[in-house]
C-alpha cells in the first residue's frame, strides 16, 4: 500500500512567487494535516482536515497560506506571496481514526515533506 | 516556554552501551504522549505510544511521569541503526485531540 506522497520534494522560489505543495493521503484516511518545520525549530501544526473539511487551521501563520482539499482526497497548500521565513521543510501526514490520537493508538503517517526554500 | 522540551544532544554512544533520553511538558493537562523516530532527511514515524504504567517494545522502554511531568525513552544495546532524532509528541486536549504537538528532538549517533 503507497504511504503519504507529497510533491515536489524540493522546491526553491524567489521572494513574491507562489508555489502550490501537493499531498496525496494514504487511501482511505479521512484525517490530512499540514506540520511545518522552520529551520532549527520543532515541528508545528498548520491544519487539520477531515474529508474536505477543515477541522483546524489555528496553526496557519497568515492569510498567505491557502489549504485546500477538494472531494476530499488529495490536498494542496498554496503559498502565495513567499516570503523568506516561509522556508522550511512542509510536511503532509493522515490517519485513519476519527477519534484523534487520544488513546494512543492511532499512528499519524507523514510523508517524505517538500523542502522549500525561498530567495 | 515550550510545550515540549528536550535536550537536543547529540547523544554519542558506542555500540551496545544503553542511553536515555527525557522529555518535559509544561501544560499538566496534556493527556497523549508519543516517541517519534525522525532518519535524517525523512519524515518522522511513530516509535511507540507512552502509557501511564510504561510500556517496552524490544529494546525500547518507555516511561511517563505525570507528577514531574516528563516522560522518558531508554534504547538498550544500541544499534548503528538506531541512529537518529527522537522526538517527543503530547496531545493537548484543549488544542484538539489531532493535533500533536512536538519538541525539537534529540539526536542520537551510535558509532562502532
Known amino acids: 500500500e503507497a504511504g503519504v506522497t507529497q510533491f515536489p520534494s524540493h522546491s526553491v522560489i524567489e521572494k513574491g512567487q507562489t508555489v502550490t505543495l501537493r499531498c496525496d493521503p494514504i487511501?482511505?484516511?479521512?484525517?490530512l494535516y499540514w506540520y511545518r518545520r522552520v529551520m532549527g525549530k520543532e515541528i508545528k501544526f498548520l491544519l487539520h482536515f477531515v474529508k474536505e473539511s477543515k477541522q483546524d487551521e489555528s496553526g496557519m501563520p497568515n492569510n498567505r497560506f491557502l489549504a485546500e482539499r477538494t472531494g476530499g482526497t488529495y490536498s494542496t497548500l498554496k503559498v502565495q506571496p513567499a516570503e523568506l521565513e516561509d522556508s522550511g521543510v512542509y510536511f503532509c501526514?493522515?490517519?485513519?481514526?476519527?477519534?484523534?490520537?487520544?488513546?494512543?493508538?492511532?499512528?499519524?503517517?507523514f510523508g517524505q515533506g517538500t523542502r522549500l526554500t525561498v530567495v | 516556554r515550550k510545550e515540549v522540551e528536550q535536550d537536543p544532544g547529540p547523544f554519542n554512544v558506542p555500540e551496545g552501551a544503553t542511553v536515555a533520553f527525557n522529555c518535559t511538558y509544561s501544560?499538566?493537562?496534556?493527556?497523549?504522549f508519543f516517541w517519534y523516530r525522525q532518519d535524517c532527511r525523512k519524515e518522522p514515524k511513530l516509535l511507540m505510544s507512552v502509557y501511564s504504567s510504561g510500556n517496552e517494545d524490544g529494546r525500547f522502554t518507555a516511561q511517563l511521569n505525570r507528577a514531574s511531568q516528563y516522560i522518558s525513552l531508554l534504547i538498550r544495546d544500541s544499534k548503528l541503526s538506531d541512529s537518529a532524532t527522537y522526538l517527543c509528541?503530547?496531545?493537548?486536549?484543549?488544542?484538539?485531540?489531532?493535533?500533536?504537538?512536538f519538541g525539537a528532538g534529540t539526536r542520537l549517533a551510535v558509532h562502532p
Open positions: 509528541v503530547v496531545i493537548l486536549p484543549p488544542g484538539g485531540y489531532n493535533k500533536l504537538i
Open positions: 501544560n499538566s493537562a496534556s493527556q497523549s
Open positions: 501526514a493522515s490517519s485513519s481514526d476519527r477519534g484523534g490520537f487520544l488513546d494512543g493508538n492511532t499512528e499519524a503517517f
Open positions: 487511501s482511505g484516511h479521512d484525517n
